[in-house]
């Protein structure tokens, strides 16, 4: 089969479309022809060696894998030939603590597709059968591989790490991340009212579009405030954000008395300086999140075939164009997700 991969890391790494061997199946895992999967921050992450753990190579990306099952081992039970599912990335055992509580995403012994394991970005794919869920017959292979990874994050984010509540305000920062285009749609669904923040006009336009009701020019230094002044002086409940750094600091000053920021990443930075004064005057919380729980994907799939959640595609690549993908994402030119389409 053909997988585009890694050789080398950098900024940009060195990648390949290589034919390999097919991957086999052990007695617990599927075989998925990959029919669609989409490009994150952790696959540039995973190109230029910026995780905090080692990462063998040749090595294919691609966590947010859709496709169909063509086969499997022989204690997997439940699944057939043909089946449409989307993979979750974040691999979880099924026998932890965690895991035996619903709570995979706090896996003690995860595995992240396209990270620790070959992922999407080839033909065909192996993960446990545990770690596939049904995709809905109206929820094509494109609009999964735009939705599974960064809508049940945002999913995950606003509804199990902290709950948007009817009539909340929510600060989403970065309209036009994968991210952040879902927790628009996710936190206006639940009745929340939306401030997001975008580097351009064309993602102000998506951001409205996507059902924001106040959008800030992230370029404009005062957009915290601005915040504040649409709130009526009291500021945010809700934070849903991913950039980490500076960019955290500011998010404080726009969130409400008793208010919660929630965390999912730190491209912006991973180090802040945080003043611990009116965190704790303010009885404010800080919230991790990462990755999904099982129950964060079935939610996202839902709304997927509701139509409550619409992916934003800005562009689909062919496999062997996946670099082109890489360099647009690298590049911040991306408008929500670009997608690679294996066949
Ligand atoms: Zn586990």
């Not at 859709?66 to 089946?83: L, N, R, Y």
């Not at 929510?170 to 927790?183: E, R, Y």
């Not at 611990?276 to 729980?293: A, D, E, I, M, T």
């Amino acid at each position: 089969m053909k997988a585009f991969q890694l050789v080398a890391q950098g900024k940009p790494g060195k990648f390949e479309l290589r034919e390999i061997s097919d991957p086999a199946p052990d007695a617990d895992e599927v075989l998925v022809r990959v029919r669609a999967c989409g490009l994150n921050h952790l696959d540039l992450w995973v190109e230029e060696a910026g995780l905090p753990m080692p990462i063998q190579l040749p090595r294919t990306p691609g966590g947010e894998a859709a496709g169909e099952i063509i086969g499997m081992g022989k204690e997997v039970q439940g699944w057939k030939i043909g089946d449409r599912v989307a993979v979750q990335s974040n691999l979880f055992c099924g026998k932890c603590e965690f895991c035996q509580r619903g709570e995979e995403s706090m896996c003690l012994f995860g595995q992240l597709l396209g990270v620790q394991v070959d992922g999407g970005f080839a033909e065909k794919v192996v993960v446990p059968a545990r770690n596939v869920a049904r995709l809905p017959e109206t929820v094509a292979f494109e609009t999964s591989a735009a939705l599974t990874l960064a809508g049940s994050t945002a999913m995950h984010m606003l509804t199990n790490r902290a709950q948007v509540k009817k009539g909340d305000w929510v600060l989403v920062i970065g309209a036009a991340s994968g991210v952040g285009s879902a927790a628009i749609q996710i936190a206006k669904e639940s009745g929340g009212r939306v401030i997001t923040t975008a580097s351009s006009e064309a993602k102000r336009e998506l951001a409205k579009k996507l059902g924001a009701d106040s959008v800030l020019d992230s370029g404009d230094a005062g957009w915290p405030a601005e915040a504040r002044k649409i709130t009526g002086r009291r500021g945010v409940e809700l934070v849903i954000e991913h950039a980490g750094g500076e960019l955290l600091l500011k998010c404080f000053e726009c969130l409400a008395r008793g208010g919660t920021i929630v965390t999912c990443g730190a491209t912006a930075g991973r180090e802040v300086n945080l003043n611990l004064w009116p965190l704790f005057v303010k009885q404010q919380r800080l919230v991790g999140s990462y990755g999904r729980n099982r129950a964060d994907l079935e939610k996202t799939l839902e709304w997927a075939a509701a139509g409550k959640l619409k992916p934003v595609i800005d562009k689909i690549f062919p496999l062997a164009e996946a670099g082109k993908a890489f360099a647009k994402l690298r590049a911040r030119q991306v408008m929500g997700k670009v997608v690679v389409k294996s066949g």
